[in-house]
């Protein structure tokens, strides 16, 4: 017999939203909460479990906020003086600065300050992809050899699909959230990409993994607030030989396919474009 404390299960739509990704080998996914359904395009890649790279950044945000791990009004590390890559990580920085200019060396100190214990618990908790960490160094990386600059989030053994980055960022931002207000406050503030007219909001993060100096995974995954509900969402890019594949195309993606959503929402047609 069902009980009402029995949750719907959202309904699946394939779409063809290729135009989008004018060639890129890619997957998107879109789940309206309203309406309860999940819109996938590429539906075998959106299941396929990558590399999360700096996306995973909201996770250990996530986990550090939760756990007082990073208090955001006192939250500078020192630069170790070592030379990056990056120049805008060459320098003391904090936490939201770390957050939006994506400084891997900041977040390589505070997963280890996380330690391996708290993660494993709380990414079984989100259901975060296959929950691998067991190459907390990221030695698997091919890419790059830099302990500051590496670890079990890139392109080493922890995986999730783009589907399943969706998921988690229902179950951090949702209903049934389990975490406090204030961590997702602060989240939030940090994941703050747009904010247009009409209260529209649109957050994210972008990640982007490289094999032997070659993308071959970039994503961008957040959500979209407005006042008649929140779009979690995902867009991932493989691998394209002939076309330069980068975490800014899919945020630039996955922006573009969020606004086109709306507008169409608000004509009255949003069943075409979800």
């Known amino acids: 017999m069902l009980t009402a404390d029995i949750k719907a299960v959202p309904k699946v739509i394939e779409r063809d939203w290729s135009e989008y990704f004018d060639g890129f080998h890619g997957a998107a996914v879109v789940y309206d909460v309203s309406t309860m359904e999940y819109g996938i395009f590429n539906r075998e890649l959106a299941l396929t479990r990558r590399s999360p790279c700096s996306t995973f950044k909201i996770i250990s945000s996530l986990i550090a906020l939760e756990n007082r791990l990073i208090d955001p009004e006192h939250s500078i590390r020192t630069w170790s003086r070592e030379t990056f890559w990056n120049e805008k990580w060459n320098k003391d920085i904090d936490f939201k600065e770390a957050f939006r200019e994506s400084c891997v060396w900041y977040f390589r100190e505070v997963i280890d300050e996380i330690g391996q214990e708290v993660m494993q618990e709380e ?97 961008f995954v957040g959500f979209v607030e407005k006042a008649e509900g929140t779009l979690y969402f995902c867009v991932y890019l493989g691998r394209t030989d002939d076309k330069n594949v980068s975490s800014a195309v899919a945020k630039e993606i996955a922006i573009g396919k969020v606004s086109n959503y709306y507008n169409i929402q608000e004509e009255g047609s949003m069943g075409n474009i979800l």
């Open 123 to 219: 990414l079984n908790k989100l259901l975060y992809g296959n929950c691998d960490i067991s190459d907390w160094e990221g030695r698997l990386n091919t890419n790059n050899n830099n302990r500051a600059l590496t670890g079990f989030w890139i392109e080493s053994s922890l995986a999730i699909s783009p589907k399943e980055q969706t998921e988690v960022m229902e179950r951090i931002f949702g209903g049934d959230s389990i975490y406090s207000e204030e961590t997702k406050r602060q989240l939030k503030e940090v994941m703050l990409v747009e904010h247009h007219e009409g209260d529209l909001s649109i957050y994210g993060k972008t990640g982007m993994g490289k094999e032997k100096g070659i993308v071959v995974d970039a994503w």
